[in-house]
């Protein structure tokens, strides 16, 4: 990647690792919800979500973040999201307290803060110059949050999790938010076969969707368009999520359309007018049989 495509990338700011190293553009998405969480939450203070993380780690770094607020649709789905996620790994560590969780694909994102029961433990996961990002400028971790270094584009990336025994041998919560839309079709489908594959049974995962006529059109968007990033993974029926094996199921999907009132009802119901497709964006919940 070069220096101007760089430059273009993160809005006119560079977003280097300890090493030097310049985030890919699809790297440097991890800015859109970094922002959304410290900043958003004055432009929505119905779906704040307090993330103090996220208010440190925006005044450290060396980018201005702020022209991401500009993208106000999109500050609103980070927020929503984030909460939704939030209260599903909430009851997820109600019924499972000692379980683990695993955030893939973290970027800069800070879920412990809110889901620390006391006994549970949290894995966060990313490629290196992200998380060389995280050892940087995130501050000292408790024993029971923990770093992984993995790449979810290759084959057997869940071995390189290296889970103990006691982390298998009950459910575990998976998040894997603002990534996979990022991937090929063939690389998603490797994704949600391996976990179904290699996931206790009652394993949760938690993932965002966005509806296939957003492929090959990020360019338009306001926030991902500024990154020079992607989108290459979308659906048409909630149904392509568990069609990759047997073991998934859905247990249930969320729309963030209603979050923006009538407008996005009306919008969502132009896209879908009998209810039966996947939402133009939402969340799905997959659980392993």
């Known amino acids: ?37 410290a900043l958003g939450g004055a432009l929505y203070p119905g779906h704040a979500c307090g993330d103090e993380q996220a208010s440190r780690l925006l005044q450290g ?7 991401y607020l500009a ?31 695993l955030n893939l694909g973290c970027g800069l994102s800070h879920y412990f803060q809110w889901l ?15 998380m060389a990002l995280r050892r940087k400028w995130l501050p000292a971790q408790p024993p029971r949050l923990r770093a992984a270094t993995v790449d979810l584009q290759t084959e057997g990336w869940w071995q390189r999790l290296r889970l103990p025994q ?19 079709p063939d690389e998603v489908r490797q994704v949600l076969q391996q976990f179904a594959q290699v996931a206790p049974p009652g394993s949760v995962l938690v993932l965002d969707t966005m509806a296939r006529c ?12 500024r990154t020079r990033a992607q989108f290459h993974w ?25 979050s923006h009132g009538w407008m996005g009802v009306a919008m969502e119901a132009m896209w879908n007018p009998w209810g039966q497709n996947a939402p133009l964006y939402g969340l799905a919940e997959l659980v392993v049989q």
């Open 61 to 67: 770094l060396p980018v201005d973040g702020r022209a």
């Open 1 to 37: 990647m070069n220096h101007a495509c760089a430059e273009h990338a993160a809005g006119g700011e560079l977003l280097r690792t300890p090493g030097k190293k310049v985030l890919t553009p699809v790297q440097h998405t991890l800015l859109i919800p970094l922002v959304a969480r």
């Open 166 to 184: 006691r982390a298998l041998a009950q459910p575990i919560l998976v998040v894997c938010e603002g990534v996979l839309m990022y991937f090929q």
């Open 116 to 130: 620390d029961n006391g006994s549970n433990t949290w894995v966060d996961a990313d490629l290196p110059e992200v």
């Open 71 to 101: 993208d106000r649709p999109t500050v609103l789905n980070v927020l929503w999201r984030t909460r939704l996620i939030r209260d599903v790994a909430l009851a997820f560590f109600a019924e499972h307290p000692k379980a683990w969780g």
């Open 214 to 225: 957003a492929v090959g059109q990020a360019q338009w968007h306001a926030s991902v368009g």
């Open 234 to 258: 979308g659906i048409s029926q909630m149904q392509e999520l568990t069609a990759c094996h047997p073991r998934l199921q859905l247990r249930q999907s969320h729309s963030v359309a209603p």
